[in-house]
C-alpha cells in the first residue's frame, strides 16, 4: 500500500523567510508520481508539480524549489523568502503507475504555512 | 469557465435524505476523480472514471455511495440516506490521462461543502 507523510503539521514563519515542508512516501512500485498541491483559505487545490520516479533532478521555479531523493524516498518543497500569499495548506501526494491505470491520489495530511508579515 | 466546476458550492441537508453532487470536468478531459476532504481523515480517494472503461470505485465508504459519468463528460455524486459522518466538503478533478501513459496533473475544483444536520 502506499502512504504520504507530512510530518509537519504547521509551520509559521516571518515573510522573507525560507522555508522547508517535508514529504516523505512508501510504495512498492518502481514507477510512481510525486505532486505537490496548494490549498489557500478560497480552498481550491491549485497543482504545483509533478515528478515521476525516474527523474531525480531538482526543480526550481521562482521561488520555489523540489528536492526528490528516492534513497531517502523524500520530495521536499522549499519556499525562499516567503510572502504573505504563500499561506495555505500544502499536501504532497503520490500516484502509482499500475497495469489497471487508476491514477487516484494518495494525499498526505497536508501542512499549513503561515507567513506572518 | 476553463476550470473543473462544481455544483452547488454548499448544501446543507437533514440526516436521511439523499444529496446529488455535479462536477463538470474540462473539456476534453477523459479522466475523473472523485475526493472527499474532512476534518478526520485528510483528502480521500472515492471513485475514479476513466474514459469508458468500467470505474475504480474502490475508494466509496458505503454502499450508500454511488456516481455516474454521462457521455464521458459530466459526473453525478450521490449519497442516499446521508449521515453526519459524511459532512466534509467533496472534490472533483479531471486530468488529461490516458491508460498506459504518464500521470498528467489533476486539476480540482472549488468543492462541494455538504453539511448533514
Known amino acids: 500500500a502506499q502512504k504520504v507523510t507530512q510530518a509537519q503539521t504547521e509551520i509559521s514563519v516571518v515573510e522573507k523567510e525560507d522555508v522547508t515542508l517535508d514529504c516523505v512516501y512508501e510504495?512498492?512500485?518502481?514507477?510512481?508520481?510525486l505532486f505537490w498541491y496548494k490549498q489557500p483559505p478560497s480552498g481550491e487545490l491549485v497543482f504545483l508539480i509533478r515528478?515521476?520516479?525516474?527523474?531525480?533532478q531538482n526543480e526550481i521555479s521562482g521561488r520555489y524549489s523540489w528536492n526528490f531523493q528516492k534513497s531517502t524516498s523524500s520530495f521536499n518543497f522549499t519556499i525562499t523568502a516567503s510572502q504573505v500569499v504563500d499561506s495555505a495548506v500544502y499536501f504532497c501526494?503520490?500516484?502509482?503507475?499500475?497495469?489497471?491505470?487508476?491514477?487516484?491520489?494518495?494525499f498526505g495530511s497536508g501542512t499549513r504555512l503561515q507567513v506572518q508579515p | 469557465g476553463a476550470g473543473v466546476s462544481q455544483s452547488p458550492s454548499n448544501k446543507v441537508t437533514e440526516k436521511g435524505k439523499d444529496v446529488e453532487l455535479r462536477c463538470d470536468p474540462i473539456?476534453?478531459?477523459?479522466?475523473l476523480y472523485w475526493y472527499r476532504q474532512s476534518l478526520g481523515q485528510g483528502l480521500e480517494f472515492l471513485i475514479y472514471?476513466?474514459?469508458?472503461?468500467?470505474?475504480?470505485k474502490s475508494g466509496l465508504p458505503s454502499d450508500r455511495f454511488s456516481a455516474e459519468r454521462t457521455g464521458g463528460s459530466v459526473s453525478t455524486l450521490t449519497i442516499q440516506r446521508t449521515q453526519q459522518e459524511d459532512s466534509a466538503v467533496y472534490l472533483c478533478?479531471?486530468?488529461?490521462?490516458?491508460?498506459?501513459?504518464?500521470?498528467?496533473?489533476?486539476?480540482f475544483g472549488d468543492g462541494t461543502r455538504l453539511s448533514i444536520l
Open positions: 478533478a479531471s486530468s488529461l490521462n490516458r491508460p498506459g501513459g504518464f500521470d498528467q496533473p489533476q486539476h
Open positions: 510504495t512498492r512500485d518502481t514507477t510512481y508520481y
Open positions: 515528478r515521476n520516479s525516474f527523474d531525480e
Open positions: 501526494a503520490l500516484s502509482e503507475a499500475r497495469d489497471t491505470g487508476r491514477r487516484a491520489l494518495t
Open positions: 473539456s476534453g478531459h477523459t479522466a
Open positions: 472514471f476513466q474514459g469508458n472503461s468500467a470505474p475504480d
